[in-house]
């Protein structure tokens, strides 16, 4: 694998305290943003340590799913499969949705209209 690719999945499973999980699939793919911009992005699944030998069609309960632009290093997309999470406590928001908002635009750099997908509002 790619030194440089090696790096950011380092990095990513320490910035979000992934350590109670394992590296399952990796890939690259490319998207068009508005602008008709080529954007490279890596998606990595985490699975929870306890179910790294799963190999069904799904992502177990806990998963997490995230996307990082290979360009910008930035997280577009993170995900917890069935909203589950194993990550190290702390690393994210109270769910609040104003410490939610203010998490996401600092996490991804996105200022303004900020969509929370799955969160009540």
Do not use: C
């Not at 008709?36 to 699944?45: A, D, F, H």
């Not at 994210?92 to 750099?109: L, M, N, Q, R």
């Amino acid at each position: 694998m790619n030194e440089q690719i090696q790096e950011i999945i380092h990095t990513q499973q320490k910035r979000f305290g992934l350590e109670n999980y394992v590296l399952k699939r990796e890939h690259i793919f490319m998207e068009k943003d508005v602008a008709n911009q080529t954007n490279y992005i890596l998606s990595l699944e985490w699975y929870p340590v306890d179910q790294a030998n799963d190999d069904g069609d799904y992502n177990p309960d806990g998963t997490a799913v995230l996307e990082i632009n290979l360009h910008t290093k930035e997280l577009k997309r993170i995900i917890f499969v069935n909203d589950i999470s194993f990550a190290t406590e702390g690393i994210f928001p109270a769910p609040e949705i104003e410490t939610v908002i203010e998490w996401v635009e600092e996490t991804t750099g996105m200022k303004g209209n900020v969509l929370l997908i799955g969160v009540p509002l």
